[in-house]
């Protein structure tokens, strides 16, 4: 009496293994996108974090009363913020004199947008800004 396994049986077992990969594959690649969208929404988070800070601190211009022209929701202030963690590839912040904030971030797969609390995603900064 032989010992072992005949042609067709592993051959199904190979069918079986290729069928369970190919279900499960693209679960768990989409797991890996959303947790990594994840992160970035959180890093988008930080900079506005940063940039309420950098409005805080630098509103009133130095022994004046007068508000930083530097708030007028047109100039990008990004590269003012203090940024700790993921860093977008590219990123436009903007602040108006009330304190609102608008922003722009471009990572690997994904672009951002923060306007009023909510964060979308765009295709361009067009869309966002």
Not at 19 to 25: D, F, H, L, S, Y
Not at 62 to 73: A, L, Q, R, Y
């Amino acid at each position: 009496m032989k010992k072992g396994f005949t042609l067709i049986e592993l051959l199904m077992i190979i069918v079986i293994l290729g069928v369970i990969i190919t279900i499960t594959a693209p679960i768990l690649i989409n797991l890996n996108r959303n947790a990594t969208i994840e992160t970035y929404k959180k890093s988008v988070n930080g900079i506005e974090r940063a940039a309420q800070n950098y409005y805080d601190r630098n509103y009133i211009l130095d022994g004046t009363m007068e508000v930083n022209p530097m708030f007028d929701g047109t100039t990008n202030l990004y590269d003012e913020l203090i940024l700790d963690g993921e860093k977008p590839n590219s990123a436009t912040v903007f602040i108006d004199e009330e304190g609102n904030i608008q922003i722009y971030a471009s990572f690997d797969i994904i672009n951002l947008c923060k306007v009023n609390s909510e964060i979308n995603e765009v295709v361009d900064e067009q869309e966002c800004l």
